[in-house]
């Protein structure tokens, strides 16, 4: 009986551990494109050079048809500074007369004076200030989803990477020139068109650093006070 409750808490624990830490997600939108067939050349029998089975000493091996795997050495770094300073002052004042009763002025009526002024102030001052410095570098490899009719290469991947305390993800999509890559296969993430850079995780470092529902609440829009 012992036993069987061990056995139990055990595979609870063990069931609670994988609920905290699940392993890496794939996201079918950045999976990689399978190559498409290729039409087997033709073969003459009585030649001793078959086409398709030569070899090109002098010819770099780049990213060019769909399913090549490229590599994108990220290098992004952004650094953006706001400040806004808004005052407004206005004031107004405004005075009445007593009415004339039978052509004299009557500075009371019944025993009230109804002579009376207005006056309004109004003072508005506002400040902020935004700063926002962003730093990502490292690689990614992506393969080439489609060749589209000028030789540009739409390419997209994702890298996942399992922690001791979650997962991170890095997500990569846009499009490259074939001559901005070297002969190393790679291109600078900032000759990337239309990119688009996903970084984030999840588990126990991201949900601490996440706000809390009820403070999303009251910190939105949405909170009239």
């Known amino acids: ?25 794939r996201d079918p939108a950045y999976a ?9 050349p033709m073969q003459n029998p009585g030649a001793i050079f078959q086409s398709g089975y030569d070899i090109r000493l002098f010819e770099d091996h780049k990213a060019r048809r769909v399913g090549d795997i490229l590599t994108i050495r990220l290098v992004e770094r952004t650094n953006a500074q706001k400040d806004a300073d808004t005052k407004a002052d206005r004031s107004a004042v405004t005075q009445i007369k007593a009415p004339m009763l039978m052509g004299q002025e009557a500075a009371e009526i019944l025993g009230y004076n109804v002579a009376t002024s207005l006056e309004s102030t109004h003072k508005f001052e506002g400040k902020g200030e935004s700063n926002q410095s962003n730093l990502l570098t490292g690689n990614i490899s992506v393969t080439v989803v489609e060749v589209l009719p000028n030789g ?12 001791n305390q979650g997962n991170e993800y890095i997500k990569l999509s ?15 993430s900032t000759k990337v068109a239309d990119a688009t ?13 996440r706000m809390g529902w009820l403070q999303r609440f009251f910190t939105s829009i949405l909170f009239p006070f």
Do not use: H, W
């Open 1 to 25: 009986m012992k036993y069987t409750a061990l056995c139990l808490i055990l595979l609870i624990l063990n069931g609670c551990a994988s609920i905290l830490n699940p392993p890496p997600r």
């Open 197 to 209: 850079f996903i970084y984030n995780g999840e588990g126990v470092v991201a949900d601490i650093n």
């Open 32 to 40: 990689p494109a399978r190559p498409e067939d290729m039409t087997p």
């Open 152 to 163: 540009n290469l739409r390419v997209q991947g994702e890298k996942r990477v399992g922690l």
């Open 174 to 188: 846009g499009l490259v020139r074939p001559v901005d890559i070297d002969t190393t296969n790679s291109v600078d």
